[in-house]
């Protein structure tokens, strides 16, 4: 029984000793609050709808040039059958390819999402850590991720202090 009661003790001194401070953060209600993050989407919503209007009438064109082809193909020859499908696969590639070029992985809407946010990404991440060292913090969570955060309490939000300290404070 007494070793029973010493390792309790052990195991509760040694918890107490290494305790933690935790904070949370709520990373949805910050950026909200950037007039540059929302500069920053605006100006990524327009470009989309723009390159996406590109893509678009390119679409509509390989589609038009098909329906013509459709219309007229028992007319055409077999050369020209072959030119007009030629024709149709070419512009359906320059839509496929202009897209990719707007919208793929490593495509324009991606630079310009990286170029525009991470400098405003980086000032809250350096804010945060600053924090941190400042408060002790060991870990600090972003309550707007599905992280399963079921409940923060208030007292833990540090949001307003980073958006404080970042020039936007309420």
């Keep these: 029984m007494k070793k029973l009661v010493l390792i309790s ?3 509760i001194t040694s918890l107490a000793a290494n305790a933690q401070k935790f904070a949370l953060i709520d990373m949805e209600y910050i ?3 950037i007039p540059a993050y929302e500069r920053a989407n605006e100006q990524l919503n327009q470009n989309s709808k723009k390159w996406q209007a ?3 009438a390119l679409n509509t064109e ?7 082809y459709k219309n007229e193909v028992v007319f055409l020859s077999q050369e020209e059958k072959q030119a007009k499908q030629d024709a149709i696969m070419k512009k359906e590639k320059e839509a496929s390819d202009l897209k990719k070029k707007y919208f793929g992985p490593e495509g324009e809407l991606f630079k310009k999402r990286e170029a525009l946010l991470t400098p405003i990404q980086e000032e809250i991440y350096n804010t945060v850590k600053e924090l941190c060292e400042l408060r002790g913090y060991s870990l ?3 309550r707007a991720s599905d992280s399963g955060i079921i409940f923060g ?3 833990i939000d540090i949001s307003n202090e980073v958006l404080s300290r ?3 404070g309420r």
Excluded: F, H
């Design 153 to 155: 309490s208030p007292k």
């Design 31 to 33: 950026l909200r609050n």
């Design 166 to 168: 970042l020039g936007y």
């Design 140 to 142: 600090v969570l972003d």
């Design 54 to 56: 590109e893509v678009e």
């Design 9 to 11: 003790l052990l195991t």
């Design 62 to 68: 390989a589609a038009t040039m098909y329906n013509n």
